[in-house]
């Protein structure tokens, strides 16, 4: 059992940058890949990054690479998603997610492989 608690959204002009943090309980963090998703108003859910259990490998939706980077340390049970160029299209509940599947290419995107998930934290850029 994995439980994920995000923290750090917030309200940020256009432009500007934030940090999300997702920690997560149990001893078995360190075997699962984590992911990111956002979930804007009347939108679905949709994927936003993900890193392997190790940290070496990361995936990146289309819209977000280059302004995001997502990022873990073991050590402290936290996964990261630092946000940069924040656009108002960026506006989102975003929510951390952990996977034990093996995946790659465009099959890291699909909710259905995520085992936990958190409650969310809402993002909001303003223009």
């Known amino acids: 059992q994995v439980q994920l608690v995000e923290s750090g959204g917030g309200l940020v002009q256009a432009g500007g940058s934030l940090r999300l943090s997702c920690a997560a309980s149990?001893?078995?963090?360190?075997?699962?890949?984590m992911g990111w998703f956002r979930q804007a108003p009347g939108k679905e859910r949709e994927f936003v990054a993900r890193?392997?259990?190790?940290?070496?490998?990361?995936y990146y939706a289309y819209s977000v690479k280059g302004r995001f980077t997502v990022s873990r340390d073991n050590a402290k049970n936290t996964v990261y998603l630092q946000m940069n160029s924040l656009k108002p299209e960026d506006t989102a509940v975003y929510y951390c997610?952990?996977?034990?599947?093996?995946?790659?290419?465009?099959?890291?995107?699909?909710?259905?492989?995520?085992?936990?998930w958190g409650q969310g934290t809402q993002v909001t850029v303003s223009s």
């Open positions: 890193v392997s259990a190790s940290g070496f490998i990361t």
């Open positions: 997610a952990a996977s034990n599947t093996i995946t790659s290419g465009s099959n890291v995107g699909q909710m259905p492989t995520y085992d936990y």
């Open positions: 149990g001893r078995t963090f360190s075997s699962y890949a």
